[in-house]
């Protein structure tokens, strides 16, 4: 596609439910990588694939979140027994080839809201 | 994981103002340095990937330097606009990823 899209754009549930967030990166980058920012901090890195396979899985907070890429294209970052401190804005972003150098392309976020 | 820092958290200046901000990061085990800014309501855009010290880059009005060697970066804005209100996020590479700091919140008045 054009740039990188994720949806939904905004997600409200309530606490215990189970969420899915979706990434669709741009076509042909093999880099994906899922941050998640919560109010007045940066980005906090969660997962970075390479392929289909999780490259370093080592910022997902606990083993309610997981993540997959089973086609090495459209990622799914998944959220069991959501918990308030799960709200935040959730970014996905992509790039061509992981290499240090090369920019990240982002998209414009999931904003899950855990009431 | 190392903490990359940024300052000020946020600025206000007025539109014709210059500005700089600062970005530390971890001295050792350099590979590239990211700036980006993010619009409030769009997706975080890449400004400009350092790798080597001593670097200057320039877009526009927007430049910035490098120096890995003591672990930081400048980056300045000549002549602010108000369409440059943002928050300039700087990331620094460790072991494939990128770590952000925490932003500095740009905000330039007309």
Known sequence: GAGVSQTPSNKVTEKGKYVELRCDPISGHTALYWYRQSLGQGPEFLIYFQGTGAADDSGLPNDRFFAVRPEGSVSTLKIQRTERGDSAVYLCASSATGSSNEKLFFGSGTQLSVL | ?110
């Open chain 2, 1 to 110: 994981i190392l903490n990359v820092e940024q300052s000020p958290q946020s600025l206000h200046v007025q539109e014709g103002d210059s500005t700089n901000f600062t970005c530390s990061f971890p001295s050792s085990n350099f590979y590239a340095l990211h700036w980006y800014r993010w619009e409030t309501a769009k997706s975080p855009e890449a400004l400009f990937v350092m790798t080597l010290n001593g670097d200057e880059k320039k877009k526009g009005r927007i430049s910035a330097t490098l120096n890995t060697k003591e672990g930081y970066s400048y980056l300045y804005i000549k002549g602010s606009q108000p369409e440059d209100s943002a928050t300039y996020l700087c990331a620094f590479v460790q072991g494939g990823k990128l770590i952000f700091g925490q932003g500095t919140e740009l905000s330039v008045k007309p």
